[in-house]
């Protein structure tokens, strides 16, 4: 069943919009209603009904929190107050101190945006479940698909949930429901989403079955790569390791029984324009500039970058970028590598000189850019000879350090030693640029898909079962496959064969370089134990591990006063 999500959910949506504002009048005598009973007449009706958590699902990678909240309590991003910039009332700093509370507006949205999510999955799932095939022209197998793939789509949502907070409530039906279903222990959870993936394996297609519309299709390997993800954190979940479930998975979808998927050569090929078709994402969801491109928002990566950024890029049409997230520093306002291990993750890369990764981000033109970090001076791409400068006046030095700098040239030591989440300013920490942000003229500018699963993730996943069996040899060849595109020919970077290298600390390292700002550092943290007893830039470890879940969000109780809030809380 070809059919590309990339076009019908932005129609859909927008057709619900203009809908929706054009009735003005409020008196009006109604004739007629559709409900769920009579909505479902044809086959395009079932189609509108199937996408409609799809596009919920887009918006949610970065709604509600939902990004930041997986990144800036860990140890690689950061929100600093710049002198007054993004104090937001000191929710960014409880956030990194890790002191947050039920008032903090995301542990409530994180909490609607993806129990909406599921809601919507749920109903589409209900609605489809008892249709009429003859009467919608649809078959068997397509309403067998969209069956497994509303699936999938809620097991995706609920496993972000568990993450999140870990003592949900599980939804399976939602017509005619008024009460919400009391929270399930982690060892229910776990069970209902391994199942609920292991029932839509069958009814979900192949990757190569879908052809060049498949992207923000759910398919079998999406589905075991979810089952991937939940067997490496099972230990976290539900005190039970699944290391050997995760490592027999990752197998058999690198060996492709779950469709056929392979790595990029290029290490940025996964995240570029034409990545809708790359053979490394698993899933993702399609963007266009003219449509719907939720992860180039300002609650992701469009405010990953100084204010004045976009004349760097040569991209002008959303106006200014902002400083909302930057990499934590790796050194001190002296430029001297502070001695905690965790965090620091310029000089994580740096450890590996001749990874093309570090080099500057310059766009080449003809949809071309080489380089993942904006650092030092940023010219403008219209013009080199101009400088970005901070809305302050001041031009922008970007450095992997955090304090006032200000007009201080380069190399120049300052007075003033104070470095934290309270003294920064906008030359403080280095930026990320990711996915590309081509000039506006560009004709695949703001057009890469969001990969949301990679093929890499299986390979590391598979390569941290291996190492935690000790197999360190087998784990290292696992990440050298990986690695090697981020090196030149003949690179001292990679791993011996032996895996002498690895260590905990070192897989935790090349965790943190290989998915840098894809939204997974604080879960990755967790699994290692590093997340509570861990100690980073302005971070000491906890007193206690209460934090490795969110509370869930006083404006939730407000709707739903019979949950039980988390321990701790």
Not at 8 to 27: E, N, Q, V
Not at 131 to 147: C, G, H, L, N, S
Not at 148 to 161: D, G, I
Not at 508 to 534: A, H
């Amino acid at each position: 069943m070809k059919f590309s999500l990339r076009y019908i959910i932005p129609l859909f949506i927008s057709t619900l919009i203009l809908g929706s504002a054009s009735c003005t009048k409020l008196d009006e005598t109604l004739y007629d209603k559709i409900t769920s009973d009579n909505f479902l007449q044809k086959r395009e009706d079932v189609i509108r009904d199937f996408l409609r958590p799809f596009e919920h699902a887009f918006w949610s990678i970065q709604g509600g929190g939902l990004f930041y909240a997986q990144e800036l309590p860990a140890d690689q991003l950061m929100t600093p107050n710049r002198d007054g910039d993004w104090f937001d009332g000191g929710k960014y700093q409880r956030a990194h101190y890790h002191t947050w509370t039920v008032q903090d507006d995301y542990t409530s949205d994180m909490w609607k945006a993806l129990f909406q999510g599921i809601s919507l999955a749920t109903n589409s799932l209900e609605d489809i479940e008892k249709v009429d095939i003859q009467k919608v022209q649809i078959t068997e197998a397509e309403k067998a698909d969209f069956v497994a793939e509303l699936k999938t789509l809620r097991a995706w949502f609920n496993l972000r949930a568990f993450d999140l907070y870990r003592n949900i409530p599980l939804v399976t039906k939602v017509k005619g429901e008024t009460v919400t279903p009391p929270q399930a222990t982690p060892a229910e959870t776990f069970a209902f989403i391994e199942k609920e993936l292991k029932d839509a394996i069958p009814g979900l297609p192949l990757r190569q079955d879908l052809g060049t519309t498949g992207i923000g299709r759910w398919t079998k390997g999406g589905a075991a790569a979810l089952l991937a993800r939940l067997y490496l954190n099972a230990e976290v979940y539900t005190g039970q390791s699944k290391y050997a479930e995760c490592a027999a998975v990752c197998q058999d979808i690198i060996d492709g029984k779950y469709g056929n998927y392979q790595l990029e050569t290029i290490w940025s090929k996964p995240f570029d324009y034409d990545n809708a078709n790359s053979s490394e994402v698993i899933y993702g969801f399609p963007a266009t500039l003219a449509r719907t491109h939720w992860h180039y928002s300002s609650d992701m990566y469009w405010w990953m970058a100084p204010h004045q950024a976009q004349n760097f890029f040569g991209f002008t049409d959303f106006g200014n970028m902002n400083t909302r997230y930057a990499l934590q520093p790796g050194r001190d306002v002296d430029s001297v590598e502070y001695n905690f291990a965790l965090g620091k993750p310029f000089i994580k890369f740096q450890r590996y000189p001749d990874d093309l990764r570090l080099k500057k981000y310059k766009n080449l033109g003809n949809s071309k850019r080489e380089g993942m970090f904006l650092f030092g001076y940023l010219p403008y791409y219209s013009d080199p000879t101009k400088l970005v400068k901070s809305n302050r006046g001041y031009t922008i030095f970007a450095r992997d350090q955090v304090g006032w700098f200000k007009d201080t040239p380069p190399g120049t030591k300052i007075a003033d030693k104070e470095s934290n989440m309270n003294h920064a300013d906008d030359n403080s920490g280095l930026w990320v640029a990711k996915y590309p942000i081509y000039p506006s003229k560009d004709p695949n500018t703001i057009s890469s898909a969001f990969a949301e699963i990679r093929l890499a993730e299986i390979y590391y996943s598979l390569a941290e079962c291996k190492y935690r069996t000790g197999d360190k040899g087998s784990a290292a060849k696992l990440l050298n496959a990986v690695r090697k595109r981020n090196y030149p020919t003949g690179s001292n970077s990679l791993y011996l064969e032996s895996g002498q290298q690895l260590s905990d600390q070192e897989m935790i390292d090349e965790w943190g370089r290989e998915f840098l700002v894809e939204g997974r550092r604080r879960t990755d943290l967790i699994r290692w134990g590093k997340f509570n007893s861990g100690k980073w830039w302005d971070k000491e470890p906890d007193n206690s591990d209460h934090t490795k879940i969110y509370p869930i969000g006083q404006s939730v109780f407000t709707l739903t006063p019979s949950l039980q809030q988390n321990p701790g809380y």
